[in-house]
């Protein structure tokens, strides 16, 4: 089984930058690629950007402004988001896929304020 544990969201102005981590524990074997996704008031789950071996993708909106980074000794992943604005306010959850399986955590708020 594998827990996943979001930490950094909160309140920030827009302009500003805030670091969301996740901590990865358990049976963790067999997960290739990671991802943090985000999901705003009354719209659906988007993604934001995944890391896969070294390669990383982002979504267009966030491309610039926001990194993904992956530390497999600590089993963390982490998602420096910098210059956010008002419409990046949303729930952030850390996914994995092990074997083909998409795992959440429960999410971590960040709220922009124009």
């Excluded at 805030?18 to 074997?29: I, K, V």
């Excluded at 267009?60 to 990046?88: C, H, W």
């Amino acid at each position: 089984q594998v827990q996943l544990v979001e930490s950094g969201g909160g309140l920030v102005q827009a302009g500003g930058s805030l670091r969301l981590s996740c901590a990865a524990s358990g049976n963790l074997f067999g997960i290739n690629t990671m991802g943090w996704y985000r999901q705003a008031p009354g719209k659906q789950r988007e993604l934001v950007a995944v890391i896969s071996g070294g390669t990383t993708t982002y979504v267009d909106s966030v491309k610039g402004r926001f990194t993904i980074s992956r530390d497999n000794a600590k089993n963390t992943m982490t998602l420096q988001m910098n210059s956010l604005k008002p419409e990046d306010t949303a729930v952030y959850y850390c996914n994995v896929v092990r074997w083909g399986m998409n795992l959440w955590g429960k999410g971590t708020l960040v709220t922009v304020s124009s």
